[in-house]
């Protein structure tokens, strides 16, 4: 049975109660959990104060948590991970802003998760509201967004957690970049 496969099962068991199954789970979504943590860290500024593995073991137990969420298949687990992360991140962001009486702004590069044409560092609390409003008129947009800038999804990944084709999410998310960028400058 492949790793994906095994993942699927068991996100299944576990919904159906088995509480066990969290034991074997773990190993088998830790690396790719890293590996989504690590991106969207490498785009923080230096001195974050959240660390990959922190960001990981919080996420994960956030998603665990969950008691409503029918777990479909591996690329949905994941694809919740990168939400869960990106609200991790946002809410140190404006954690660290509050604590700091409104200075000190989170930054993070828009760098090859968003492509845009030249390179620039963008406030994570300023990208989070844009995508609340990018949300009420293009959902999907903002989806392939969080998945792929917060969670560091390929194309063919975020097709699989929406459910819709790879060249769909090409051109949402070039119609969403585009509206980011303007939105943000």
């Known amino acids: 049975m492949t790793a994906s496969a095994d993942v699927t099962r068991l996100l299944q068991a576990y919904r159906e109660d088995n509480k066990s ?9 830790y690396a790719e959990l ?17 660390q990959p593995t922190a960001l990981v073991h919080e996420a994960y137990l956030r998603l665990i948590g969950q008691h409503s969420v029918d777990w479909q298949n591996r690329a949905h687990f994941f694809g919740l991970a990168a939400e869960m992360m990106r609200r991790i ?11 700091k009486r409104g200075g000190g702004e989170t930054r993070i590069a828009l760098d090859e998760a968003v492509s845009f044409a030249e390179e620039r560092e963008v406030d994570l609390v300023s990208i989070d509201e844009a995508l609340g409003d990018l949300t009420k008129f293009a959902p999907r947009q903002a989806k392939i ?33 585009s509206w980011l960028f303007n939105r943000l400058n």
Do not use: C, M
Request: hydrophobic share 40%.
């Open 145 to 177: 967004v969080e998945l792929k800038f917060f969670g560091g999804l390929t194309n063919e990944e975020s097709a699989e957690v929406i459910g819709i084709s790879v060249e769909t999410v090409k051109r949402d998310w070039r119609v969403a970049k």
């Open 34 to 50: 890293r590996k989504i943590a690590q991106h969207k860290l490498n785009s923080e500024r230096d001195d974050h104060t959240l």
């Open 21 to 29: 199954v969290l034991d074997e789970l773990f190993p088998l979504v």
């Open 89 to 99: 991140l946002v809410n140190h962001a404006i954690e660290r802003k509050t604590k």
